[in-house]
């Protein structure tokens, strides 16, 4: 039953370790654990934005490395505190609305998690992380058509990006009940992350289902 596979509302937090510059505009990039809707064993390997490199000013990096130190230990007052002050001195760097994003969403603030996802796509509407965090907040407000383009624009522009799949294959499976293409993106997440015993299980599982509804589908016909 969709009750005991989903597991709390708030979106884990991982630990926030790189910052990755993206052409046009450096950008700081977010890191989180995967969508709720499934009771994952183990963190769902951890997430970036590609691009070309380039020079960050030391004192935005200082100020980005506390922020995601106080991030990883769960003082989420400091992080937010730290955050903020990035984005108040460097505007321009999108991974630091999407971490205020993240806050925002653990503290159950759905509006200040949107304001902030806003920011960041403003800045650059293509950013991966920014863009699964959209499908996160669409998702948990039953907007389930909207956070399915939200999670497939980033997977296009970052196809590599696991969350994405991962929490593609969670809407498609338990809200929209798709489950071929759920199948389709736990396959593409496993394929990135290598072997995860429970999402194993989950493959297992769809391909009985898709399986048993194509043999159905062909008795109706």
């Not at 736990?186 to 399986?211: H, M, P, T």
Request: aromatic share 10%.
């Amino acid at each position: 039953m969709l009750s005991q596979r989903c597991f709390s509302r708030r979106p884990a937090v991982a630990l926030v370790l790189l910052c990755v510059l993206l052409s046009g505009c450096a950008e700081f990039a977010a890191m989180t654990a995967p969508e709720s809707g499934r009771p994952a064993t183990k963190t769902a390997g951890t997430e970036a934005s590609t691009g070309t490199i380039q020079y960050v000013p030391p004192q935005a990096l200082t100020l980005f490395e506390r922020a995601t130190a106080a991030l990883a230990a769960g003082d989420f007052v400091e992080a937010e505190f730290g955050f903020k002050e990035l984005s108040l001195l460097y505007p321009d760097y999108p991974g630091a609305y999407v971490n205020l994003a993240i806050i925002h969403a653990h503290n159950d603030d759905d509006e200040a998690a949107e304001a902030a996802i806003d920011a960041a796509l403003a800045l650059n509407a293509n950013h991966p992380v920014a863009l699964n965090q959209a499908g996160m907040l669409f998702r948990r407000n039953g907007k389930f058509l909207e956070a399915e383009a939200a999670y497939l624009k980033a997977v296009t522009v970052s196809p590599d990006y696991a969350l994405a799949h991962y929490n593609l294959g969670v809407l498609y499976e338990l809200y929209m009940q798709r489950l071929d293409k759920a199948l389709q993106h736990f396959l593409a997440y496993q394929s990135i992350v290598g072997e995860d015993r429970q999402v194993d299980k989950w493959i297992a599982d769809l391909r009985r289902r898709v399986a048993a509804n194509q043999r159905t589908a062909n008795t109706t016909d």
